[in-house]
């Protein structure tokens, strides 16, 4: 302790190291300042530095990634686009199968609404050809009734109309109608001797069957011929080798 000298104030004691202390606070505050003048980019801890690290090791991966999806991404539409332009021509073949099975269908029916009004008219007319062929069987088809009589029936003709049935051709149940019947030897089978009424038919379609007389072979006659085949055979036979054996 120092004594007090009279007349003048006490001075505080000072610390040994106070001087060192001062100037420790005074380097922190220069750095503190030189901290704050410096950009924020060039001051750098090593967290922050991993975390730059992280972050251009993402944004490099993010641009990898967005490269192969910039070219994968005009391959997937160009198989989106081939997808959907089979599938369209698809349709359209199956749209033009439909229409074409459709334009048949219709040019069919057409063409037997066609034929099925023609056959209702020309059977209207049949009992005036019918008084027609008359007529020039008896000979009255003459002067300008002729001339009437074939253009009506060129007109029918025109419109299709045929005649058939005639005398010496085989009966058939689907085109003859039989209204006589009668047997006759000079006939081997059922045949249509006398037309009575010709019948007409349109293409296929019969408008009215022939109405004829038939004549069947009378029985016996087959069995009758086979034996006088027989005998006469036999008799040549005979002929050639010189008479019947004698016992």
Not at 83 to 105: I, M
Not at 130 to 145: K, N, P, S, T, Y
């Amino acid at each position: 302790m120092t004594e007090e000298t009279a007349g003048f104030p006490k001075e505080p004691d000072v610390p040994a190291d106070a001087g060192e202390r001062a100037a420790a606070a005074d380097q922190a505050a220069s750095d503190k300042e030189a901290a704050a003048e410096a950009p924020a980019g060039d001051t750098q801890t090593p967290d922050s530095a991993g975390d730059a690290s992280a972050r251009d090791t993402d944004s490099t991966e993010g641009e990898g990634r967005q490269g192969e999806a910039e070219q994968a991404g005009p391959a997937a539409e160009l198989e989106a686009a081939r997808a959907a332009l089979n599938e369209r021509t698809q349709d359209l073949q199956r749209l033009q199968a439909e229409f074409q099975n459709y334009r048949r269908r219709v040019e069919r029916d057409r063409a037997a609404v066609k034929e099925i009004a023609v056959a209702n008219l020309l059977a209207e007319l049949l009992p005036v050809l019918d008084d027609i062929g008359r007529a020039r069987d008896h000979g009255e088809l003459v002067g300008g009734f002729k001339s009437v009589a074939e253009s009506l029936e060129m007109v029918a003709a025109k419109m299709g109309l045929m005649q058939f049935g005639k005398e010496g051709e085989p009966f058939d149940p689907t085109v003859h109608e039989a209204l006589m019947h009668s047997y006759s030897p000079d006939v081997t089978e059922t045949t249509c001797v006398q037309i009575l009424q010709p019948g007409y038919r349109i293409g296929e379609r019969t408008i009215r069957p022939a109405r004829v007389g038939v004549a069947e072979p009378q029985p016996g006659a087959a069995g009758g011929k086979a034996e006088g085949e027989g005998s006469g055979e036999t008799q040549a036979a005979e002929e050639e080798s010189g008479g019947p054996d004698e016992a």
